[in-house]
């Protein structure tokens, strides 16, 4: 890529993105260090700055003052941090994660020339209608468990019905989101995964012998890591 092309991709476009801390997220992180390459500016807010890493000068990372802790607070605070960050500089695209921003997407209207995304790399509404409610219902679910899930259902529907783009890693993944939480379906884009051209030479005959597994994403049910590792 030249610089006339690199220059034509990140005209105008300044990205935020949010992220609870960065060393859980080293992946995504690097991810958007790279994307920072191609964009006029690029910030990345977290709420806990908790390892340092080398970036490029178009790209920054801030991390959201800490305050006294209650529940919501890590919500609540983000939200309010990007708020001020929106009416002093100028964004056209906020990325949230986990819903930690909703808040501020209730709002996003008074800021007319930004687009708000998220992302989703486990829909948890399908995964509970259609892997862990038929399977289990009661018998094996605690009620701890339950409410994480039901709490993860009820974020990513707010989240997806607030956003103006919904990006998954799949296209198979649009009409299952569709499905199980009814988000309009012109909202949805997919980006493929950062791992491609990834080809099997020769063909695994079970065995005794042992099998390196690489296995790209979570080991969540709906990806059937369950059956994999049984």
Known sequence: MNLRDRNNIHNGISLLFYLPNVSSYRDRTDLIINISKFTLKTTLVVSNYDINIKYYSNF???EVPHGIRFP???TLRASWFVWQLLNKNEYNIIHDTFARLFPLFIFKK??????????????????????????????????????????????QRIICNLADYVILQAPGLIDR???ASKIY??????????????????AIHL?????KLLFIGPLSHAKGGDIILG
């Open 60 to 62: 920054q990372i801030i």
């Open 72 to 74: 919501g607070s890590t």
């Open 110 to 155: 008074l800021f007319k020339t930004t687009k708000f995304v998220t992302s989703l790399y486990i829909l948890s509404e399908w995964d509970f209608k259609n892997y862990f409610w038929p399977r289990y219902k009661y018998k094996n679910i605690y009620f701890s468990d339950l409410r994480s899930v039901l709490v993860r259902i009820f974020t």
């Open 177 to 179: 989101l569709v499905d």
């Open 185 to 202: 379906k012109k909202k949805i884009v997919w980006l493929q995964n950062n791992v491609s051209n990834l080809r099997i030479s020769n």
């Open 207 to 211: 065995s005794n012998k042992k099998i």
